[in-house]
């Protein structure tokens, strides 16, 4: 029986390989998910035991948690420098600042573009600095800096030239003396590194008599760990003490998976969608080809195969798919990071990458999961080849009784559909209580699965269940469909009534479609070019000629095909009631050949919905609570110099001018939460509280001390009242008690709790405030008052001076970026189902081929064919498309309810979804194009005779 | 008796549109007996053949297979009735396009988990006239060799009785003869008992003995005879 398989299995291997795509792109980018994961972490980690591995012990100050969003723990007095370099042992200790700042080179500020942070460090002795220099040497007077090779590559900086260095205290000239390389990497993920002298460090950046680390050499003979505990025993206890590799291996982790937490979660869910829309394709691809082949299988047993010899034969079949398709997106995934790595290289956000290496879980999960879901999707169709009585050898179209399953389809989908919405609900609304109680997983993995599998079986339900509205909609799209095409020959016929016009009005046809065509494949090309471009530049020029040359072929196989159809075929109705009749026939392959582009279709939706939701609701906030004119921020989002603020108040139009400043604190009660520094004087004319609990205004009169206002969402989670008292701690370890007196509502901009100016001042050392807001006095020109302000905040170049549109504009179009990112790795979906449906359309086509040779027959022409099969393709994906947004509009409104007292709110992006019903119906016609040919083609005699 | 039916009847549908294909069929099939099944269409012919291969359960009645009664065979015992026991031969359509013929011929074998006897597996295909063509694929065959390759997979478990469902349907007189020739052959060098449907004269006077059915009932049984007598008989038959 396995001969009987793999043989099969080879004779069809066209089918086999289109089959087998989907898990292949499934299976690729679990490959290449997990490749990337540990490049950067293998990248960081290489970067920073390189950057440590002349330091045996690292001392900095001790955090009392680990922060996601950047708070610092603050400096070291510099005189501990002195204590440990008497500890016995030690024989060289020295410090080290680092802070955030960059370059200003022209007038332009060259801080890092990605994201990524930009430092300042003061440079080390060569006892300690592994970097080497390309060029010049490290800075030994005031006023020389050092940059690394990147920096220099991207501004194009030699040594000997002067520019100027954003400092706390505003912008000084400095001198390049050195370009350094950071090992093998160019860069740590894009963040540009500008070295100074320890003085001028302390100077510039608020560390007089202070320092961030303290890096110290061991005596020979003397282990690090020995020396680790002896410095231990002689500093206080806010400062920890580590090894030079302990050291690295906390900060690469830190840094990996800042990036990876976020990266690797998203990655692998697209990845897990795209693996169960391929299930759809091989379910669907296995139940027509088992159909086709039950002569097959009933020769089988009537030379004594048993039905579970015949059943093996299938499974074997979607077992060798499986395997070899995850092999080969194991292939795939890790060429798709080597891609990726020269495309971030390109884009300049210079993710690290090492070498890639292969972890046991790259190669083994992708192939259990490809060949898995390969064997689970054939065991439908397995068990219906079993059922296949032997007679069937001998009659012909012998019919299949339907199965149990398909009996009952309405009942079990109706159950799984209303299990699946259960679970989607109570992950949204109960945080997964119901899988928490039944598996005892933690808080976020149960909300996780309870989403993920509510989600799988409702897409499995909708799939069953809408082989019950394939009709109806097959109706309502192709009926359309039908009276477009008269309305378009009713217009031709007039056309031709007018002698000449009717010529010329082909003509133009035949030109529109010589240009669209050459459009589309310059399109194509020019994508595909565009990629090349990234990776070198002459295989993007050959790719562009051979874009080139398609087009033209292209232009001039249209002009051939509508050179012979003058006068014109009046288009048949005929065609499109057939392709609706042929669609509505078996509605329930219809449903699942539809399925895959409803998956893709419902995921878009919902992202779509989801995002613009959270932007609409960013933006909102943005209207509602900021009442000031200027919005000013870091576009890396680190905080801005002190010295800012009053800069920005001395501008004489200035009315108000007051930072808001942000840390993360952890509360006594447990979590970790924001804090928000504000002045009470200002703050109020630049912000308007939305209070609660008879709160007002009249608060911020006597705000001080220790008195904390605090937003719902963090009364809710702690149980607070007005009045009560509770406790948080700063990164650096700093306890503050504090009362509550206010409760106010916004879950977008101020989260957490706000207190006085003046007590966050003396709280933490991160101070900085995070956003600077303005307002004018009234009358005031914004274009001039905004220019005021920005020529005031040159000395900071860091922060960007925006009018609140702006600002709203920027945030949109970052967002914007991100659902693009989100969009393209969606296609991933749309191009499995497009070649499922392109499979599904073959294969009928191969089914019917009696049937064409019979419309041939009595002249139906080729042309009438192709479009026949053309509109059933797009009957289809219409009817994928309609069903995904409705899915995806319900996913979308659970997800927005549930988090609707963040402030997220539903929308339906009505003009987006037209948007995408009509990609469906384009994808319909493509998908259309290889399988009409092959009708189209059919020989007439061959097809009649055809068994 | 190889094979032996007694009162086996067969209807279709129920009430008022109930059609009664068999109405009462007895006979007993002796051991080495090649025996032809003839009939005008409607008669029932194929439908007996159906059942007496168990590939279809009869209204009523019994049918038996060396010795084993088989109308109350569940599929499982079927399966292994059809290893053992049954080989067939059809008009259409036996070989599975992938394998090749020498891998068509032993599919039923290897399907039962026995190993081929290399001696008889050769044995029979040059009886069947293909030993230069053991690798070609049915689509390089021809269809009198594609028959070929059939009887020969029919012979190679060496069932207790062949059924053969109108297996010159499908090709020319010149072919039909050899296929004909060859079936004659097996029924006299290895005592192959054999079943044939056919409606074709000339394969009739190839069998030591001829059923004509009509409307459900066996109305002549007679031995062997030449193609015009049948011929003959047929015509009376119908004309009933």
Request: hydrophobic share 45%; net charge neutral; charged share 15%.
């Amino acid at each position: 029986m396995i001969l009987v398989a793999l043989r099969g299995l080879w004779g069809r291997k066209t089918r086999a390989i289109l089959t087998a795509i989907s898990i292949v792109l499934g299976t690729a980018m679990i490959a290449g998910t997990f490749v990337l994961r540990d490049q950067i972490t293998g990248a960081f980690d290489s970067i920073f035991q390189t950057g440590l591995e002349k330091t045996d012990v690292l001392a900095s100050k001790r955090t009392a948690f680990t922060s996601n969003n950047g708070a610092q723990p603050g400096p070291l007095p510099a005189s501990l420098i002195g204590t440990i370099a008497h500890v016995d042992g030690v024989a060289r200790a020295e410090g080290q600042i680092q802070a955030a700042g960059a370059l200003v080179v022209n007038g332009k500020y060259a801080g890092s573009s990605s994201g990524a942070p930009s430092l300042v460090v003061s440079s080390l002795s060569d006892a300690f600095n592994p970097y080497t220099f390309s060029a010049g040497h490290a800075p030994t007077a005031s006023g020389e800096v050092v940059v690394n090779s990147k920096l220099a590559d991207d501004k194009h900086l030699k040594v000997g030239q002067h520019v100027q260095l954003a400092t706390a205290i505003g912008l000084k000239p400095v001198t390049i003396v050195g370009i350094f390389n950071l090992g093998t990497a160019s860069s740590i993920g894009g963040a540009t590194i500008v070295g100074t002298t320890f003085e001028d460090a302390q100077q510039w950046y608020d560390r007089v008599d202070q320092t961030s680390t303290i890096s110290v050499k061991a005596d020979p003979g003397v282990s690090q760990q020995q020396l680790k505990q002896r410095i231990i025993a002689a500093v206080p206890h806010f400062v920890k003490v580590q090894t030079g590799p302990e050291a690295a291996k906390e900060q690469a982790n830190q840094v990996a998976s800042g990036i990876n937490d976020f990266l690797t979660p998203l990655l692998l869910a697209f990845a897990g969608a795209t693996v169960f829309a391929g299930a759809f394709i091989i379910f669907n691809t296995f139940s027509i080809t088992v159909a086709q082949r039950s002569r097959e299988f009933a020769l089988l047993r009537t030379i004594g195969a048993s039905r579970r010899q015949v059943l093996r034969s299938v499974l074997i079949e979607a077992l060798v798919i499986g395997l070899l398709a995850s092999l080969s997106g194991i292939v795939v995934g890790i060429g798709f990071a080597k891609l990726l790595d020269t495309l971030f290289d390109r884009s300049g956000s210079g993710l690290p990458t090492s070498a890639i290496t292969l972890k046991p879980l790259t190669i083994w999960l992708p192939l259990v999961v490809g060949t898995a879901v390969a064997m689970l999707a054939a065991i439908g169709p397995a068990f219906r080849a079993t059922r296949v009585p032997p007679i069937a050898a001998l009659r012909e179209g012998a019919e299949l009784p339907p199965s149990w399953m398909a009996r009952h389809r309405g009942l079990l989908a109706s159950l799984m559909g209303a299990a699946g919405l259960g679970l989607l609900v109570d992950g949204v609304f109960d945080k997964g209580g119901v899988v928490h109680a039944l598996f005892g997983f933690g808080s976020t993995p149960s909300v996780l699965i309870s989403m993920a599998g509510g989600a799988i079986l409702c897409f499995l339900a909708v799939a069953m269940l809408s082989s019950y509205v394939v009709q109806p909609l097959a109706e309502v799209i192709g009926v359309p469909l039908g009276l477009l095409i008269r309305l378009g020959d009713w217009i031709g016929t007039q056309i031709l009534r007018v002698p000449g016009l009717g010529r010329a009005w082909y003509v133009v046809r035949r030109v529109v479609s010589y240009v669209l065509a050459f459009l589309l494949f310059m399109l194509l090309g020019g994508m595909v070019c565009g990629i090349l471009a990234l990776i070198s530049t002459p295989l993007a020029l050959f790719g562009l000629l051979v874009s080139a040359a398609l087009s033209i072929y292209a232009v001039f196989r249209v002009w051939r095909r509508t050179e012979t159809e003058w006068p014109p075929e009046r288009p048949s109705p005929l065609t499109s009631q057939l392709a609706r009749e042929n669609t509505a026939r078996n509605p329930a392959r219809t449903a699942v050949t539809s399925s895959s582009l409803m998956i893709g279709v419902a995921l878009v939706v919902f992202v779509a919905v989801f995002v613009n939701g959270f932007k609409d609701s960013f933006l909102g906030a943005l209207d509602n609570s900021i009442t000031s004119d200027l919005i000013i921020q870091s576009d890396s989002f680190s905080p801005i110099p002190a010295e800012a603020v009053p800069a920005a108040q001395a501008v004489p139009d200035v009315q108000t001018a007051a930072g808001i400043q942000f840390t993360d604190a952890k509360i006594n009660h447990g979590g970790i939460d924001t804090v928000n520094g504000i002045d009470p004087l200002d703050f109020p004319q630049l912000y308007k509280f939305d209070w609660q609990k008879g709160g007002s205004d009249a608060l911020l009169g006597h705000f001080q001390g220790d008195e904390a206002l605090i937003e719902e969402q963090f009364a809710k989670s702690h149980h607070l009242q007005i009045g009560q008292h509770f406790q948080v701690t700063s990164i650096e370890g700093n306890k503050l008690n504090l009362k509550v007196v206010g409760q106010y509502k916004d879950p977008v901009l101020m989260t957490g709790i706000s207190i006085p100016t003046s007590t966050f001042d003396t709280w933490t050392t991160n101070s900085d405030p995070g956003v600077l807001l303005v307002k004018f006095k009234p009358g005031v020109n914004l274009d001039q008052g905004k220019a005021q302000v920005a020529a005031a905040l040159k000395q900071f170049p860091v922060a960007t001076v925006r009018t609140n549109s702006e600002y709203k504009q920027h945030t949109e179009s970052q967002v914007n970026g991100f659902l693009t990112f989100l969009y393209v790795l969606l296609a991933m979906i749309g191009i499995i189902s497009l070649v499922g449906i392109i499979n599904t359309l073959a294969l009928s086509v191969f089914e019917r081929t009696r049937e064409i040779g019979m419309l041939r027959a009595v002249g139906t022409t080729r042309r009438q064919l192709r479009r026949m099969v053309r509109y059933e393709s797009v009957i289809t994906s219409v009817i994928g498309g309609l069903i995904g947004v409705g899915v995806g509009l319900v996913f979308g409104w659970i997800l927005t309810k549930g988090l609707s007292d963040q402030g997220i709110q539903f929308s339906v992006p009505v003009s987006f979804i037209i948007v995408v019903l009509i990609v469906a119906a384009l994808a319909g016609v493509l998908a259309a194009i290889l399988p009409a040919r092959r009708a189209a083609r059919l020989d007439v005699l061959e097809a009649l005779q055809y068994e | 008796m190889v094979v032996a039916a007694h009162d086996v009847t067969r209807d279709y549908g129920e009430g008022d549109t109930i059609v009664q294909a068999l109405r009462g069929v007895d006979l007993e099939i002796p051991p080495g007996q090649f025996t032809a099944v003839m009939g005008p269409s409607g008669s029932g012919k194929s439908t007996l053949m159906h059942i007496l291969a168990g590939l279809d359960r009869p209204t009523t009645g019994s049918v038996s297979i060396d010795g084993q009664e088989i109308t109350a065979m569940g599929d499982q015992e079927l399966t292994l009735l059809r290893r053992r026991h049954i080989g067939f031969i059809f008009q259409f359509f036996n070989l599975l396009p992938m394998l090749t013929a020498e891998e068509n011929i032993v599919l039923p074998l290897r399907i039962a988990g026995r190993d081929a006897e290399t001696g008889w597996v050769d044995e029979v295909i040059s009886k069947v006239g293909l030993s230069d063509r053991r690798t070609h694929r049915p689509a390089q065959l021809s269809g009198g060799q594609q028959q070929r390759v059939a009887i020969a997979r029919g012979l190679v478990t060496r069932p207790t009785v062949m059924f053969a469902d109108e297996p010159t349907g499908n090709l020319d007189s010149t072919t039909s003869e050899e296929i004909l020739v060859l079936l004659r052959e097996a029924v006299e060098s290895y005592g192959q008992t054999t079943v044939m449907v056919t409606h074709d004269a000339r394969a009739s006077a190839m069998a030591d003995r001829i059923l004509f059915l009509a409307d459900g009932l066996i109305v002549r049984d007679q031995g062997r005879a030449s193609e015009q007598d049948v011929l003959t008989a047929m015509a009376e038959v119908s004309g009933q």
